[in-house]
């Protein structure tokens, strides 16, 4: 079996990767909270945990793999949104979510197994906090609920900073109600024109961090459970799942809040095994910020008419624990590569099995190491193994079995281009072996067809001309 290492925030080391069950491997990842579209930052965690998601199922099968995200769909920024716009809450989240949906979909991510929104686990987050109040981990005050740090002896163990540090170095909101300056909130009281639910302690909402505890549960441990309720070993599983991920701006203090929560919720000292960070974006050296003018969204960048593929290209280009740089450099090598790729595997009909080369699997099994992975693809192209070339995009999620629309040529149909493709090939393998007549036989044919080739770039691109006749490209078919 495949050796997979990676990198655990937890330990601050390269490890192994072993699941806690082969066949139902487990992860989280935290999703976005709906209210806008996503930004170009946004979209690197989503890219990293696909390509985690994609590996897994490639090493256990697909149908071994749960991978969750949430979507967080109750949160002051919604709910400030809405004022400011007039429009309802529900109309907001909706629409925003499917728009994620549709933007992540464009740089080729593939969906969760489970895609939880907050608002539909209310119930499970008020039994939670009960069950954290019943056994002295938090505290009702005025119509708050807080969890109270200083009961978890581990607190800060994965950022590695003590609460009094914590104190120090952090905006905490200080409020009455809190007994430690640190706690934080797990429930707080909703008036009039704020979404709210009924609850022990009176009309509320939940904080933000108890989500991703009670949804991790429901749908990563009670879930499968339930499943295999009649195996006796089942009741032996920890309340423990394999990966957590997000974005490094997410390790403190959600991350620490969401492991405090489970872990004293559920009398375990671990809430998953692994937990994975990665950095941030970037843009052109500078951090992406409204107030510097280069903030832009993924469908800013589609809408231009920068394809999907090329975005995932950029970002699998640097490794995910290093800060990344969008510069618009790399977006045009990116495409004027993937144009080449495309075409090569354009020329391969190899199946897409689960023989992936090794020089990219073993990248990838070295903590995702997907601008080694690249550098394989590269070689791969280099080498003319288009099959094996094919079958390492695919695993990237960079190829779906589709050449994209935007690398066609345009007035060709796709049995046309590949004709057209296979015959330049051909001239160049000729010339290659100094074959000169048949490669100035592939060139004579096409003209005569009404093909017009430039050998103008790194690829000879080609154009229909008015006399094109298909008939003249099939006759060159059956004469060679
Ligand atoms: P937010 O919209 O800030 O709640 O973030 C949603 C997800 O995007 C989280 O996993 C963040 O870590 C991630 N994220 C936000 N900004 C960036 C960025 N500039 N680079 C990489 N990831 C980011
Ligand atoms: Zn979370």
New binding site residues.
């Given amino acids: 079996m495949t050796t997979l290492k990676l990198h655990n925030t937890k330990t601050r080391k390269r490890e192994v990767f072993e699941p806690i069950d082969r066949d139902n491997v487990r992860m989280y ?5 709906v209210y806008d579209r ?5 979209a ?3 890219i990293v945990f696909d390509v985690l998601y994609r590996l897994l199922r490639h090493i256990y099968r697909a149908d071994h793999v749960t991978y969750v995200r949430n979507f ?1 769909d109750v949160d002051d920024k919604i709910n400030a949104r809405s004022a400011d716009s007039g429009r309802p809450i529900a109309e907001i989240t909706q629409e925003t979510t499917q728009w994620f949906l549709d933007d992540m979909a464009a740089v080729g991510a593939l969906e969760p197994d489970h895609m939880p929104r907050a608002t539909a686990y209310i119930p499970q987050m008020v039994t939670m906090i009960e069950d954290l109040i019943a056994k002295g981990h938090a505290y009702a005050a005025e119509g708050h609920v807080l969890f109270a740090v200083e009961s978890y002896k581990d607190y800060g163990a994965l950022s590695g900073r003590s609460v009094d540090d914590m104190i120090a170095g952090a905006r905490v909101e200080v409020a009455p109600y809190k007994r430690n300056p640190m706690d934080f909130v797990l429930w707080k009281p909703s008036d009039a024109d704020t979404p709210g639910w009924e609850s022990p302690w009176g009309r509320g909402r939940p904080g933000w961090h108890i989500e991703c505890s009670a949804m991790a549960d429901e749908l990563l441990w009670e879930k499968p459970l339930a499943e295999d309720r009649l195996s006796e070993s089942a009741k032996e599983r920890p309340h423990v799942f394999d990966i957590h991920g ?5 390790m403190f203090p959600h991350h620490e809040n969401e492991i405090a929560q489970s872990c004293c919720a559920n009398e375990t000292d671990s809430m998953a095994n692994y937990w994975l960070h ?5 843009v052109e050296g500078k ?2 910020s409204k107030s510097l003018g280069n903030f832009f969204t993924v469908r800013d960048l589609l809408d231009q008419g920068v394809p999907g593929e090329v975005i995932r290209f950029v970002m699998l280009s640097t490794h995910y624990r290093k800060p ?1 740089d969008w510069t618009q450099k790399k977006r045009e090598e990116a495409e004027t590569t993937l144009k080449k790729w495309y075409r090569q595997i354009g020329l391969s009909t190899a199946v897409l099995d689960n023989d992936v080369h090794s020089g990219t699997t073993n990248a990838l099994t070295e903590d995702l190491n997907t601008p080694e992975a690249l550098t394989n693809c590269h070689a791969l192209s280099n080498g003319g193994d288009y099959s094996q070339l094919r079958k390492s995009l695919y695993l990237l999620g960079l190829f779906d079995g589709n050449i994209p629309d935007w690398v066609k040529v345009k007035g060709f149909s796709d049995a046309e281009t590949g004709l057209i493709r296979h015959f330049l090939n051909r001239r160049e393998n000729a010339r290659a072996s100094r074959d000169f007549q048949l490669a100035d036989k592939m060139r004579d044919g096409l003209a005569d067809a009404g093909v017009l080739v430039k050998d103008t770039g790194a690829e000879p691109e080609f154009e229909r001309l008015s006399n094109f006749n298909v008939n003249k490209l099939d006759e060159l078919w059956g004469d060679v």
Avoid: F, Y
């Fill in positions: 990842v935290c999703g976005p909270t996503a930004h170009l930052g946004n690197r965690p989503v967080t997000g974005g490094n701006d997410l990665n950095e941030m974006l970037q951090k992406m990344m």
